[in-house]
């Protein structure tokens, strides 16, 4: 899958603008486990918490439910800060590498903030990663909760796109039976594959209710331990997230 470029980012963050009405958003990103047979001479490092032998997807979606970036293969036992902290996404945007744009006014405003992805509360809250605000924080209809919503409409796209994967994909549906390498290429080839078929067909309002649903039954890569370990946020991102939080304040949904 080739490396989003820093125009292909715009191009993504316009959709999640026109699409979901959250700004400056490089892509929504989440984990999901990958069930294979059982490794030969690997011991319990592909056993996940949910009894199964499993590779990690952790992927990146943009606002069509298109896979812009994907990482495949960590040890299924890995549902801890290790699956996001050796991500290599993650490490090309904290280095540079991966040509992100610039800061940007958000639309209508003169209220500044870094592109950023958009993920749950099982993800640390970056300077260019959005979380939600813990929910004992907030109060139905309040600033945080109108926050939440928002992050949640962006966020649910790459839970579509795991469930278009598992539905259509009946390889997934039951442990793949072959080495991990083989199994690794699988699941890169369905990504792409994947892609390509949402540029040929369009998904309708039940395709998704039933991905979501699809993609809920499913465990996560990311769970409470890496939750318990990003409690306490830096500053500066901090800060970003109250950026959003009063922009969209300021900014209701508008009905399209």
Known sequence: MPEPTEDDFKKIAQGF???????????????????????SNSGSMYYCYKSFFSIGLLAVTDANYKFVMVSVGSYGKENDAGVFDECPFRHAIETGRLKVPKEELLPG????????????????????????????????GDAKDNYNYRLSRARMVVECSFGS??????????PIETNVE????????????????????????????????????????LQNDLQKRFNASPRAATQIRENFKLYFEQHPIQIM
């Open 17 to 39: 603008w026109d699409r979901w009405q959250f700004p400056n958003c490089l892509g929504s990103i989440d984990g999901k486990h990958i069930r294979i047979k059982k490794p």
């Open 109 to 140: 405003s003169s209220i500044k903030t870094p592109y950023v992805l958009v993920g749950d509360a099982a993800f640390p809250l970056k300077t260019y990663l959005m979380r939600p605000f813990p929910e004992k924080t907030t109060t139905k």
């Open 165 to 174: 994967i598992s539905s259509k994909f009946r390889i997934l549906q039951k």
């Open 182 to 221: 083989n199994a690794v290429h699988i699941v890169k080839a369905i990504t792409l594959l994947h892609n390509i078929i949402r540029d040929l067909e369009s998904i309708n309002d039940a395709e998704v209710r039933s991905f979501q649903d699809s993609y809920r039954n499913t465990p996560s890569l």
